[in-house]
């Protein structure tokens, strides 16, 4: 995972951002000085992918008190892709809590790329996690729902009430990938042969494929982000989305599987929560401060957005966001605090 920002002081992690106006620069400054980077390469394993403008580049702040900071293509839109997954899983928590998504779905690790079969084999059928497609296929179908269309409804409506504004279907995105997605049918139905998913393994995937093809730009993954960060409130609607526990499980979820087999790599340059799409998108969760919310579509060969990894990891440095970041406590400063 290449994040290198060059010569950036680290911050250490505090329990408030900067002032209002120190955010608005450093956002700025964060697309300013990756605009021009020319890494990467546009996915098109998703035929409807490969006509992205490479070129697009967006950078979001939103604040846990709605203070909402933009830079670059923010209007843009795109498909929201395995990003998905972290709120699906969110809204299934909600509904079924933590010991029913821990033993079902599972917590770890594959350590294996993102859809590969070998792993749920490895594993007596068990998915492993929510973020690999395995997890996210058998957590599509564990949402509240009579029919696939009653779930679909409820994903549309929990993914909008995240982002605070209604989410539609990017329906070309949909049909590339319904047309190309045979390996996650397969997928679907090695789980069903291990009893892992009771409902229509087929109707499970087109799900799970149209709500990777919902719609959204930077500015809502940084608020959906900012909502898991607020403990589930949405900042800018004040709407409650998901419990504060709902959020805690979400993001150590995320923490240890967001980037899959890199997940490791992820957090010791970036040190938060976080999530990508192969269309682009980019969500990072500072727990109590903000979500970080980018685009851009050139990808490095793991699947993650190149400058978004690279503006995420500039911003985690410079706003104190890095949980693992801190300074010495002198023991002047601890008589101080003391007396």
């Not at 002081?9 to 990756?34: C, D, I, K, M, N």
């Not at 029919?147 to 995105?173: C, H, K, M, Y």
């Not at 979400?250 to 240890?256: E, K, S």
Request: glycine residues 10%; hydrophobic residues 45%.
């Amino acid at each position: 995972m290449d994040v290198d920002v060059g010569d950036v002081a680290q911050a250490a992690y505090t329990g408030h951002l900067p002032e209002w106006s120190e955010v608005e620069s450093l956002v700025e400054a964060a697309h300013r000085r990756f605009k021009s980077d020319a890494d990467g390469t546009v996915a098109d394993y998703i035929p409807v992918l490969a006509q992205a403008d490479p070129e697009l580049f967006a950078v979001c702040v939103a604040e846990v008190d709605g203070g909402v900071h933009t830079a670059g293509d923010i209007q843009v839109e795109f498909s929201i892709q395995s990003i998905s997954k972290a709120f699906v899983c969110a809204l299934v928590c909600q509904e079924y809590g933590h010991e029913v998504v821990r033993d079902r779905i599972g917590v770890n690790n594959t350590g294996l790329a993102f859809n590969s079969v070998i792993a749920i084999e490895l594993n007596d059928g068990h998915p492993m996690n929510p973020m690999v497609n395995a997890g996210a296929i058998a957590t599509t179908a564990l949402m509240p729902g009579a029919t696939p269309d009653e779930q679909w409804d409820n994903i549309v409506s929990g993914l909008s009430a995240f982002a605070g504004r209604p989410l539609t279907v990017d329906d070309t995105v949909y049909r590339s990938e319904a047309d190309t997605n045979q390996r996650n049918r397969a997928i679907a139905r090695l789980l069903e042969s291990y009893g892992r998913i009771e409902l229509d393994p087929l109707a499970v995937v087109d799900v799970y494929t149209r709500q990777c093809a919902l719609r959204v730009t930077a500015r809502d993954l940084a608020v959906m982000g900012a909502t898991l960060a607020d403990g589930g409130v949405n900042p800018v609607t004040g709407q409650r989305v998901v419990s504060a526990g709902v959020c805690r499980d979400t993001l150590a979820i995320l923490a240890a599987n967001g980037a899959y087999e890199r997940s490791g790599e992820w957090l010791f340059e970036i040190g938060l929560p976080g999530k990508s799409g192969v269309a682009g998108g980019l969500v990072t969760v500072a727990p109590g401060k903000a979500g970080i919310g980018t685009f851009s579509p050139p990808l490095d060969a793991a699947g993650n957005s190149v400058r978004g990894q690279r503006a995420t990891a500039y911003l985690s440095r410079v706003l104190g966001l890095n949980i693992f970041a801190s300074h010495a406590h002198t023991l002047a400063a601890q008589r101080k605090d003391r007396a």
